[in-house]
Nanobody
Framework: QVQLVESGGGLVQPGGSLRLSCVAS????????MDWYRQAPGKQRELVAAITSGAGPNYADSVKGRFTISRDNAKNTVYLQMNSLKPEDTAVYYCSANIATYTDAIYQRRTAYWGQGTQVTVSS
């Protein structure tokens, strides 16, 4: 019923920039928080940035000052602007969102959805 689709990953040199996008589609009543996670080879998935309507964004310490999360509620889209990229930022980046469908709204519940991931590689 709900899909999240990421785009914008790729190969970039250290110090470069990339902008990731994630679009949510389907029978959406309301989107609560929208988040970006990443998972590097051999490591656990970690929260990179999160944004909730009406509240300020939150960032992992490792990306503060370099990454910016934003959302366009009209387009059900969340972005991650990544600047000053480092080799240690290399990972698969996943979009996640807590969403209530029209059916969920009746029961006052929400569900966490995940995108398929997009690869970001920072290398010279």
């Amino acid at each position: 019923q709900v899909q999240l689709v990421e785009s914008g990953g790729g190969l970039v040199q250290p110090g470069g920039s990339l902008r990731l996008s994630c679009v949510a589609s389907g029978s959406i009543f309301r989107i609560y928080d929208m988040d970006w996670y990443r998972q590097a080879p051999g490591k656990q998935r970690e929260l990179v940035a999160a944004i909730t309507s009406g509240a300020g964004p939150n960032y992992a310490d490792s990306v503060k000052g370099r990454f910016t999360i934003s959302r366009d509620n009209a387009k059900n889209t969340v972005y991650l602007q990544m600047n000053s990229l480092k080799p240690e930022d290399t990972a698969v980046y996943y979009c996640s969102a807590n969403i209530a469908t029209y059916t969920d709204a009746i029961y006052q519940r929400r569900t966490a959805y995940w995108g398929q991931g997009t690869q970001v590689t920072v290398s010279s």
